[in-house]
Protein backbone atom coordinates (compact mmCIF):
# COMPACT_ATOMS: atom_id res chain seq x y z
CA UNK A 1 0.00 0.00 0.00
CA UNK A 2 1.49 3.41 -0.73
CA UNK A 3 2.33 5.64 1.98
CA UNK A 4 -0.28 9.03 2.31
CA UNK A 5 1.50 12.20 3.17
CA UNK A 6 0.46 14.58 5.28
CA UNK A 7 -2.02 15.89 3.13
CA UNK A 8 -3.36 12.73 2.62
CA UNK A 9 -7.61 12.63 2.27
CA UNK A 10 -7.37 9.87 5.55
CA UNK A 11 -8.89 11.23 8.56
CA UNK A 12 -7.05 10.92 12.28
CA UNK A 13 -9.95 9.20 13.89
CA UNK A 14 -8.78 11.35 16.88
CA UNK A 15 -9.36 14.73 15.42
CA UNK A 16 -12.80 13.41 14.16
CA UNK A 17 -15.67 15.10 15.47
CA UNK A 18 -17.75 12.34 17.97
CA UNK A 19 -20.66 11.18 16.59
CA UNK A 20 -24.14 11.74 17.82
CA UNK A 21 -25.19 9.58 20.31
CA UNK A 22 -28.04 7.61 18.60
CA UNK A 23 -31.11 7.58 20.18
CA UNK A 24 -32.48 4.36 21.92
CA UNK A 25 -36.10 4.00 21.96
CA UNK A 26 -36.68 -0.05 22.85
CA UNK A 27 -35.92 -1.32 26.84
CA UNK A 28 -33.87 -4.10 27.09
CA UNK A 29 -36.95 -6.87 26.48
CA UNK A 30 -37.74 -4.83 23.02
CA UNK A 31 -40.26 -3.03 24.28
CA UNK A 32 -41.38 0.69 23.47
CA UNK A 33 -39.11 2.41 26.30
CA UNK A 34 -41.64 4.68 28.65
CA UNK A 35 -38.81 7.39 29.33
CA UNK A 36 -38.27 8.03 25.47
CA UNK A 37 -41.74 8.11 24.57
CA UNK A 38 -42.54 10.47 27.64
CA UNK A 39 -39.95 12.79 26.65
CA UNK A 40 -41.01 12.81 22.87
CA UNK A 41 -44.70 13.61 24.36
CA UNK A 42 -43.22 16.52 26.58
CA UNK A 43 -41.64 17.55 23.56
CA UNK A 44 -45.16 17.69 21.80
CA UNK A 45 -46.98 19.41 24.86
CA UNK A 46 -44.12 22.37 24.95
CA UNK A 47 -44.08 22.79 20.97
CA UNK A 48 -40.35 22.06 21.03
CA UNK A 49 -39.48 21.16 17.36
CA UNK A 50 -35.74 21.22 17.51
CA UNK A 51 -36.14 18.89 20.78
CA UNK A 52 -38.40 16.75 18.68
CA UNK A 53 -36.08 16.60 15.74
CA UNK A 54 -32.82 15.69 17.96
CA UNK A 55 -35.46 12.60 19.56
CA UNK A 56 -37.25 11.61 16.04
CA UNK A 57 -35.11 12.86 13.22
CA UNK A 58 -32.72 9.94 12.85
CA UNK A 59 -35.59 7.22 13.75
CA UNK A 60 -35.72 4.28 10.56
CA UNK A 61 -38.94 4.86 9.61
CA UNK A 62 -40.31 1.10 11.15
CA UNK A 63 -38.90 2.92 14.28
CA UNK A 64 -40.87 6.52 13.25
CA UNK A 65 -44.20 4.18 12.35
CA UNK A 66 -44.18 2.29 16.17
CA UNK A 67 -43.60 5.62 17.66
CA UNK A 68 -46.49 6.80 16.12
CA UNK A 69 -49.08 4.10 17.06
CA UNK A 70 -47.98 4.26 20.66
CA UNK A 71 -48.64 8.02 20.71
CA UNK A 72 -52.34 9.45 20.79
CA UNK A 73 -54.20 10.59 17.99
CA UNK A 74 -53.75 14.72 18.47
CA UNK A 75 -50.07 14.41 19.18
CA UNK A 76 -50.25 12.40 16.27
CA UNK A 77 -50.95 15.20 13.92
CA UNK A 78 -48.57 17.63 16.37
CA UNK A 79 -45.27 15.87 15.37
CA UNK A 80 -45.93 15.78 11.62
CA UNK A 81 -46.96 19.59 12.00
CA UNK A 82 -43.75 20.30 13.92
CA UNK A 83 -41.39 17.67 12.06
CA UNK A 84 -42.40 19.82 9.00
CA UNK A 85 -40.17 18.56 6.16
CA UNK A 86 -37.97 16.13 8.57
CA UNK A 87 -40.70 14.00 8.87
CA UNK A 88 -40.13 10.57 7.35
CA UNK A 89 -43.52 10.24 5.05
CA UNK A 90 -42.22 6.32 4.57
CA UNK A 91 -43.27 5.95 8.29
CA UNK A 92 -46.94 6.09 6.81
CA UNK A 93 -46.68 2.62 5.43
CA UNK A 94 -45.76 1.23 8.93
CA UNK A 95 -48.85 1.77 10.64
CA UNK A 96 -52.18 0.33 10.88
CA UNK A 97 -54.44 1.89 7.93
CA UNK A 98 -56.82 3.57 10.51
CA UNK A 99 -54.01 5.65 11.45
CA UNK A 100 -52.47 6.88 8.15
CA UNK A 101 -55.85 7.69 7.08
CA UNK A 102 -56.12 9.81 10.38
CA UNK A 103 -52.96 11.46 9.43
CA UNK A 104 -53.43 12.01 5.85
CA UNK A 105 -56.46 13.38 6.05
CA UNK A 106 -55.57 16.03 8.39
CA UNK A 107 -53.06 17.37 5.52
CA UNK A 108 -53.73 19.22 2.97
CA UNK A 109 -53.36 17.77 -0.64
CA UNK A 110 -50.97 19.94 -1.40
CA UNK A 111 -48.37 18.78 1.36
CA UNK A 112 -49.54 15.26 0.38
CA UNK A 113 -48.45 15.67 -3.19
CA UNK A 114 -44.98 16.92 -1.79
CA UNK A 115 -45.08 14.12 0.48
CA UNK A 116 -45.77 11.73 -2.49
CA UNK A 117 -42.70 13.14 -4.60
CA UNK A 118 -40.34 12.15 -2.45
CA UNK A 119 -41.83 8.45 -1.91
CA UNK A 120 -40.70 5.76 -3.47
CA UNK A 121 -43.21 4.89 -6.10
CA UNK A 122 -44.60 1.43 -4.14
CA UNK A 123 -44.65 3.83 -0.98
CA UNK A 124 -46.64 6.26 -2.75
CA UNK A 125 -48.91 3.91 -4.27
CA UNK A 126 -49.61 2.54 -0.56
CA UNK A 127 -50.14 5.92 0.83
CA UNK A 128 -52.26 7.01 -2.54
CA UNK A 129 -54.72 3.89 -2.97
CA UNK A 130 -56.68 4.37 0.69
CA UNK A 131 -58.17 7.80 0.14
CA UNK A 132 -60.94 9.43 -2.20
CA UNK A 133 -61.16 8.99 -5.52
CA UNK A 134 -61.62 13.15 -5.72
CA UNK A 135 -58.61 13.75 -3.59
CA UNK A 136 -55.98 11.39 -5.32
CA UNK A 137 -57.01 13.01 -8.61
CA UNK A 138 -55.96 16.61 -6.94
CA UNK A 139 -52.68 15.09 -5.78
CA UNK A 140 -51.50 13.69 -8.92
CA UNK A 141 -52.62 16.41 -10.80
CA UNK A 142 -49.65 18.30 -8.95
CA UNK A 143 -47.06 15.73 -9.34
CA UNK A 144 -44.47 16.22 -12.47
CA UNK A 145 -45.36 14.35 -15.66
CA UNK A 146 -43.73 11.02 -16.01
CA UNK A 147 -44.32 10.22 -12.03
CA UNK A 148 -48.04 11.12 -12.03
CA UNK A 149 -48.50 8.41 -15.55
CA UNK A 150 -46.38 5.86 -13.38
CA UNK A 151 -48.79 6.27 -10.38
CA UNK A 152 -51.61 6.13 -12.28
CA UNK A 153 -50.92 2.97 -13.95
CA UNK A 154 -49.83 1.60 -11.04
CA UNK A 155 -53.82 2.24 -9.20
CA UNK A 156 -55.56 1.17 -11.64
CA UNK A 157 -53.65 -2.09 -11.55
CA UNK A 158 -56.29 -4.37 -8.93
CA UNK A 159 -55.73 -4.35 -5.25
CA UNK A 160 -53.55 -6.71 -3.88
CA UNK A 161 -51.79 -7.44 -6.84
CA UNK A 162 -48.00 -7.27 -7.83
CA UNK A 163 -48.72 -4.13 -9.77
CA UNK A 164 -50.06 -2.16 -6.68
CA UNK A 165 -46.73 -3.99 -4.87
CA UNK A 166 -44.27 -2.72 -7.90
CA UNK A 167 -41.65 0.02 -8.05
CA UNK A 168 -42.12 1.43 -11.16
CA UNK A 169 -38.09 2.83 -10.34
CA UNK A 170 -35.80 0.46 -12.39
CA UNK A 171 -32.82 0.42 -14.53
CA UNK A 172 -33.03 -1.36 -18.44
CA UNK A 173 -30.80 -1.18 -21.21
CA UNK A 174 -30.42 -2.32 -24.67
CA UNK A 175 -29.17 -5.59 -25.26
CA UNK A 176 -26.10 -4.31 -27.69
CA UNK A 177 -25.01 -2.14 -25.07
CA UNK A 178 -21.22 -3.15 -23.72
CA UNK A 179 -20.26 -3.95 -19.75
CA UNK A 180 -18.53 -0.38 -20.01
CA UNK A 181 -21.27 1.49 -21.52
CA UNK A 182 -23.66 0.14 -18.95
CA UNK A 183 -21.42 1.06 -16.02
CA UNK A 184 -20.85 4.22 -17.42
CA UNK A 185 -24.32 4.59 -17.77
CA UNK A 186 -24.84 3.82 -14.05
CA UNK A 187 -22.46 6.29 -12.93
CA UNK A 188 -23.40 9.12 -14.47
CA UNK A 189 -27.45 8.54 -14.79
CA UNK A 190 -28.58 10.70 -11.32
CA UNK A 191 -32.51 9.24 -11.72
CA UNK A 192 -31.60 5.44 -10.85
CA UNK A 193 -33.45 4.06 -8.06
CA UNK A 194 -31.29 3.89 -4.36
CA UNK A 195 -31.41 0.51 -4.48
CA UNK A 196 -31.20 -2.32 -7.03
CA UNK A 197 -29.54 -5.79 -7.94
CA UNK A 198 -30.67 -6.46 -11.11
CA UNK A 199 -30.16 -4.58 -14.47
CA UNK A 200 -33.01 -5.48 -17.57
CA UNK A 201 -32.94 -6.01 -20.89
CA UNK A 202 -35.28 -4.66 -23.09
CA UNK A 203 -36.36 -4.11 -26.44
CA UNK A 204 -37.00 -1.08 -28.45
CA UNK A 205 -40.86 -1.50 -27.39
CA UNK A 206 -39.71 -2.29 -23.64
CA UNK A 207 -40.74 -6.37 -23.96
CA UNK A 208 -38.47 -8.09 -21.30
CA UNK A 209 -35.50 -9.79 -22.91
CA UNK A 210 -33.35 -10.92 -19.77
CA UNK A 211 -32.10 -9.77 -17.18
CA UNK A 212 -28.25 -9.09 -15.58
CA UNK A 213 -27.15 -9.48 -11.99
CA UNK A 214 -24.59 -6.09 -10.74
CA UNK A 215 -21.91 -9.00 -9.52
CA UNK A 216 -21.59 -10.36 -12.82
CA UNK A 217 -21.57 -7.13 -14.72
CA UNK A 218 -18.77 -6.17 -12.16
CA UNK A 219 -17.07 -9.80 -13.03
CA UNK A 220 -16.95 -8.79 -16.83
CA UNK A 221 -15.19 -7.17 -19.65
CA UNK A 222 -16.06 -3.89 -20.44
CA UNK A 223 -16.07 -4.99 -24.36
CA UNK A 224 -18.45 -7.69 -23.43
CA UNK A 225 -21.98 -7.19 -24.22
CA UNK A 226 -25.10 -7.60 -22.50
CA UNK A 227 -27.04 -9.59 -24.60
CA UNK A 228 -23.58 -12.12 -24.02
CA UNK A 229 -24.10 -12.01 -20.75
CA UNK A 230 -27.92 -11.49 -20.10
CA UNK A 231 -30.02 -14.65 -18.88
CA UNK A 232 -33.92 -15.06 -19.45
CA UNK A 233 -35.91 -13.85 -16.71
CA UNK A 234 -37.29 -17.03 -15.59
CA UNK A 235 -39.81 -15.82 -13.23
CA UNK A 236 -41.27 -12.70 -14.48
CA UNK A 237 -44.39 -11.66 -12.39
CA UNK A 238 -47.49 -10.62 -14.30
CA UNK A 239 -48.75 -7.00 -12.72
CA UNK A 240 -52.62 -8.56 -12.44
CA UNK A 241 -51.21 -11.63 -10.19
CA UNK A 242 -52.73 -11.91 -6.71
CA UNK A 243 -49.86 -10.21 -3.97
CA UNK A 244 -49.70 -13.31 -2.34
CA UNK A 245 -49.35 -15.55 -5.56
CA UNK A 246 -46.06 -13.42 -6.30
CA UNK A 247 -44.63 -13.99 -2.75
CA UNK A 248 -44.93 -18.05 -3.30
CA UNK A 249 -43.00 -17.60 -6.29
CA UNK A 250 -40.11 -15.22 -4.28
CA UNK A 251 -40.60 -18.27 -1.81
CA UNK A 252 -39.77 -21.28 -4.28
CA UNK A 253 -36.90 -19.57 -6.09
CA UNK A 254 -35.60 -17.89 -3.50
CA UNK A 255 -35.38 -14.16 -5.50
CA UNK A 256 -34.58 -11.24 -4.24
CA UNK A 257 -36.67 -8.72 -7.25
CA UNK A 258 -38.43 -9.77 -10.12
CA UNK A 259 -39.33 -8.28 -13.31
CA UNK A 260 -43.20 -7.02 -13.62
CA UNK A 261 -44.74 -7.30 -17.03
CA UNK A 262 -48.25 -6.25 -18.39
CA UNK A 263 -50.09 -8.52 -20.37
CA UNK A 264 -47.93 -7.66 -23.87
CA UNK A 265 -45.68 -8.68 -21.68
CA UNK A 266 -43.42 -4.97 -21.29
CA UNK A 267 -41.66 -4.52 -18.27
CA UNK A 268 -43.49 -2.03 -16.31
CA UNK A 269 -41.61 -2.55 -12.70
CA UNK A 270 -39.80 -4.60 -10.37
CA UNK A 271 -41.04 -6.32 -7.44
CA UNK A 272 -38.38 -6.74 -4.28
CA UNK A 273 -37.55 -8.66 -1.72
CA UNK A 274 -38.71 -5.99 1.00
CA UNK A 275 -42.21 -5.70 -0.40
CA UNK A 276 -42.95 -9.52 -0.72
CA UNK A 277 -41.92 -9.90 3.04
CA UNK A 278 -44.65 -7.08 3.72
CA UNK A 279 -46.95 -8.98 1.80
CA UNK A 280 -46.26 -12.43 3.55
CA UNK A 281 -46.85 -10.68 6.77
CA UNK A 282 -49.82 -8.86 5.51
CA UNK A 283 -51.40 -12.05 4.30
CA UNK A 284 -50.40 -14.60 7.60
CA UNK A 285 -52.53 -11.76 9.82
CA UNK A 286 -55.11 -11.85 7.49
CA UNK A 287 -55.62 -15.62 7.65
CA UNK A 288 -55.06 -15.63 11.45
CA UNK A 289 -57.27 -12.71 11.91
CA UNK A 290 -60.15 -14.16 9.37
CA UNK A 291 -59.89 -17.65 11.68
CA UNK A 292 -61.07 -15.68 14.29
CA UNK A 293 -63.94 -14.00 12.00
CA UNK A 294 -62.80 -10.25 12.79
CA UNK A 295 -61.85 -9.96 8.94
CA UNK A 296 -59.00 -7.19 8.74
CA UNK A 297 -59.68 -5.68 11.88
CA UNK A 298 -56.64 -3.76 13.39
CA UNK A 299 -56.26 -2.34 17.09
CA UNK A 300 -56.17 1.32 15.97
CA UNK A 301 -59.61 1.03 14.72
CA UNK A 302 -62.76 3.01 16.76
CA UNK A 303 -65.52 1.06 18.31
CA UNK A 304 -68.11 1.78 15.83
CA UNK A 305 -65.89 0.16 13.05
CA UNK A 306 -64.73 -3.10 15.47
CA UNK A 307 -68.56 -3.94 16.12
CA UNK A 308 -69.58 -3.79 12.51
CA UNK A 309 -66.41 -6.07 12.07
CA UNK A 310 -67.72 -8.79 14.68
CA UNK A 311 -71.32 -8.67 14.77
CA UNK A 312 -71.83 -10.31 11.19
CA UNK A 313 -69.79 -13.19 12.51
CA UNK A 314 -71.09 -13.47 15.66
CA UNK A 315 -74.73 -13.54 15.03
CA UNK A 316 -73.91 -16.68 12.29
CA UNK A 317 -72.31 -18.18 15.90
CA UNK A 318 -75.49 -17.34 17.64
CA UNK A 319 -77.95 -18.98 14.87
CA UNK A 320 -75.42 -22.08 14.87
CA UNK A 321 -75.68 -22.03 18.89
CA UNK A 322 -79.43 -22.00 18.27
CA UNK A 323 -79.49 -24.99 15.71
CA UNK A 324 -77.24 -26.85 18.80
CA UNK A 325 -79.89 -26.22 21.31
CA UNK A 326 -82.32 -27.34 19.28
CA UNK A 327 -80.48 -31.05 18.79
CA UNK A 328 -80.56 -30.62 22.93
CA UNK A 329 -84.19 -30.25 23.01
CA UNK A 330 -84.93 -33.09 20.92
CA UNK A 331 -83.36 -35.09 23.93
CA UNK A 332 -84.56 -33.07 26.96
CA UNK A 333 -86.93 -36.54 28.11
CA UNK A 334 -83.49 -38.40 28.07
CA UNK A 335 -81.55 -35.63 30.01
CA UNK A 336 -84.64 -35.39 32.80
CA UNK A 337 -84.03 -38.87 33.28
CA UNK A 338 -79.99 -38.64 33.26
CA UNK A 339 -78.79 -35.57 34.82
CA UNK A 340 -75.28 -36.68 34.14
CA UNK A 341 -75.35 -36.43 30.54
CA UNK A 342 -76.08 -32.50 31.31
CA UNK A 343 -72.42 -32.44 32.50
CA UNK A 344 -70.67 -34.58 30.06
CA UNK A 345 -72.43 -33.17 27.21
CA UNK A 346 -69.80 -30.41 27.00
CA UNK A 347 -67.35 -32.35 27.17
CA UNK A 348 -67.88 -34.50 23.64
CA UNK A 349 -68.59 -30.88 21.80
CA UNK A 350 -65.73 -29.36 23.02
CA UNK A 351 -63.42 -31.91 22.24
CA UNK A 352 -64.64 -31.95 18.73
CA UNK A 353 -64.86 -28.32 18.51
CA UNK A 354 -61.22 -28.25 19.19
CA UNK A 355 -60.02 -31.12 16.97
CA UNK A 356 -62.00 -29.86 14.12
CA UNK A 357 -59.93 -26.56 14.80
CA UNK A 358 -56.54 -28.07 14.47
CA UNK A 359 -57.43 -29.96 11.49
CA UNK A 360 -59.32 -26.54 9.98
CA UNK A 361 -55.76 -24.23 10.40
CA UNK A 362 -53.57 -26.44 8.67
CA UNK A 363 -55.94 -27.33 5.93
CA UNK A 364 -56.47 -22.97 5.67
CA UNK A 365 -52.86 -22.66 6.07
CA UNK A 366 -52.10 -25.36 3.33
CA UNK A 367 -54.61 -23.88 0.73
CA UNK A 368 -52.87 -20.38 1.44
CA UNK A 369 -49.44 -21.90 0.63
CA UNK A 370 -50.41 -23.66 -2.41
CA UNK A 371 -49.50 -26.84 -0.48
CA UNK A 372 -52.83 -28.71 -1.12
CA UNK A 373 -54.48 -29.59 -4.62
CA UNK A 374 -56.25 -32.05 -6.16
CA UNK A 375 -53.68 -34.24 -6.88
CA UNK A 376 -52.58 -34.93 -3.00
CA UNK A 377 -56.25 -33.38 -1.68
CA UNK A 378 -57.47 -37.38 -1.54
CA UNK A 379 -54.25 -38.30 0.79
CA UNK A 380 -54.86 -35.50 2.78
CA UNK A 381 -58.30 -36.48 3.76
CA UNK A 382 -57.16 -39.57 4.83
CA UNK A 383 -54.43 -38.86 6.90
CA UNK A 384 -56.70 -36.39 8.53
CA UNK A 385 -59.54 -39.31 9.06
CA UNK A 386 -57.23 -41.67 10.63
CA UNK A 387 -55.49 -39.31 12.95
CA UNK A 388 -59.38 -38.21 14.13
CA UNK A 389 -60.03 -42.21 14.61
CA UNK A 390 -56.41 -42.65 16.34
CA UNK A 391 -57.52 -39.55 18.94
CA UNK A 392 -60.71 -40.71 19.34
CA UNK A 393 -59.91 -44.05 20.04
CA UNK A 394 -57.48 -43.02 22.95
CA UNK A 395 -59.86 -39.83 24.11
CA UNK A 396 -62.68 -42.35 24.31
CA UNK A 397 -60.80 -44.46 26.85
CA UNK A 398 -59.10 -42.21 28.97
CA UNK A 399 -62.45 -40.29 28.93
CA UNK A 400 -65.00 -43.25 29.44
CA UNK A 401 -63.05 -44.20 32.33
CA UNK A 402 -63.54 -40.70 33.76
CA UNK A 403 -67.01 -41.17 33.48
CA UNK A 404 -68.06 -44.40 34.40
CA UNK A 405 -66.04 -43.98 38.00
CA UNK A 406 -67.25 -40.73 38.41
CA UNK A 407 -71.07 -41.76 37.64
CA UNK A 408 -70.43 -45.01 38.76
CA UNK A 409 -71.41 -46.49 35.84
CA UNK A 410 -69.93 -48.34 32.83
CA UNK A 411 -72.73 -48.13 30.58
CA UNK A 412 -72.40 -43.98 30.47
CA UNK A 413 -68.52 -44.44 29.83
CA UNK A 414 -69.25 -46.43 26.83
CA UNK A 415 -71.61 -44.40 25.48
CA UNK A 416 -69.75 -40.88 25.88
CA UNK A 417 -66.26 -43.01 24.43
CA UNK A 418 -68.59 -44.27 21.27
CA UNK A 419 -70.12 -40.81 20.77
CA UNK A 420 -66.36 -38.86 21.28
CA UNK A 421 -64.76 -40.86 18.60
CA UNK A 422 -67.79 -40.54 16.29
CA UNK A 423 -67.23 -36.53 16.77
CA UNK A 424 -63.84 -36.76 16.36
CA UNK A 425 -64.35 -38.27 13.24
CA UNK A 426 -66.60 -35.80 12.18
CA UNK A 427 -64.52 -33.02 13.33
CA UNK A 428 -61.45 -34.29 11.30
CA UNK A 429 -63.70 -34.64 8.04
CA UNK A 430 -65.15 -31.19 8.69
CA UNK A 431 -62.05 -29.72 9.40
CA UNK A 432 -60.34 -30.64 5.95
CA UNK A 433 -63.68 -30.87 3.79
CA UNK A 434 -65.45 -27.41 4.18
CA UNK A 435 -62.36 -25.37 3.77
CA UNK A 436 -61.64 -27.29 0.66
CA UNK A 437 -65.71 -27.06 -0.35
CA UNK A 438 -65.37 -23.41 0.15
CA UNK A 439 -61.98 -22.85 -1.73
CA UNK A 440 -63.73 -24.34 -4.59
CA UNK A 441 -66.68 -22.44 -5.09
CA UNK A 442 -64.40 -19.24 -4.29
CA UNK A 443 -65.63 -17.96 -0.75
CA UNK A 444 -62.96 -17.44 1.71
CA UNK A 445 -61.57 -20.62 3.66
CA UNK A 446 -60.02 -18.40 6.70
CA UNK A 447 -63.21 -15.75 7.02
CA UNK A 448 -66.13 -18.80 6.72
CA UNK A 449 -64.50 -22.47 8.06
CA UNK A 450 -65.19 -21.55 11.49
CA UNK A 451 -68.92 -21.37 12.22
CA UNK A 452 -69.77 -24.15 10.12
CA UNK A 453 -67.05 -26.39 11.84
CA UNK A 454 -68.18 -25.85 14.90
CA UNK A 455 -71.82 -26.52 13.71
CA UNK A 456 -71.26 -29.63 12.73
CA UNK A 457 -68.78 -30.72 15.59
CA UNK A 458 -71.73 -29.03 18.14
CA UNK A 459 -74.66 -30.76 16.17
CA UNK A 460 -72.70 -34.17 15.84
CA UNK A 461 -71.60 -34.44 19.16
CA UNK A 462 -74.46 -33.66 20.78
CA UNK A 463 -76.64 -35.91 18.57
CA UNK A 464 -74.25 -38.98 18.74
CA UNK A 465 -74.22 -38.79 22.42
CA UNK A 466 -77.81 -38.26 23.22
CA UNK A 467 -78.94 -40.07 20.74
CA UNK A 468 -77.29 -42.88 21.95
CA UNK A 469 -77.57 -42.42 26.07
CA UNK A 470 -81.55 -42.23 24.83
CA UNK A 471 -81.17 -45.80 22.93
CA UNK A 472 -78.61 -47.24 25.30
CA UNK A 473 -80.63 -46.47 28.46
CA UNK A 474 -83.98 -46.94 26.90
CA UNK A 475 -85.59 -43.56 27.08
CA UNK A 476 -87.09 -41.59 24.78
CA UNK A 477 -86.31 -38.55 23.26
CA UNK A 478 -88.77 -35.63 24.20
Known amino acids: ?57 DLHESELGDLLEHLSPDDRQSLVRLMGDDFDYAALTEVDEAIRLQIVDAMPN ?70 GQTIDYLRDEAGLPDNFSQIFVVDPSFKLLGAVDLDRILRMRRPATIEEIMHETRHAIPADMDQEEAAQIFEQYDLLSAAVVDATERLVGVLTIDDVVDVIQQEAEEDLLRLGGVGDEELSDTVATTVRSRFLWLFINLVTAILASLVIGL ?4 IEQMVALAVLMPIVASMGGNAGTQTMTVAVRALATRDI ?35 QSRGLGEVIGIALIINMVAAALAGILIP ?43
Open 110 to 179: AQIAEAVRALDSDDAVYILEDLEEEDRKEILAQLPFRERIRLRRALEYPDESAGRRMQTEFVAVPPYWTV
Open 436 to 478: LLLDRVGADPALASGTFVTTVTDVVGFFAFLGLAAWWFGAAPG
Open 373 to 407: DIYNAGRVIRRELLVGLVNGIAFAVIIGVVAGLWF
Open 331 to 334: FDAT
Open 1 to 57: MADRGPDSDVLDPAAAPEAAERVEIYDADGDFDAGYLHRVTEAIAADDALQLKQDVG
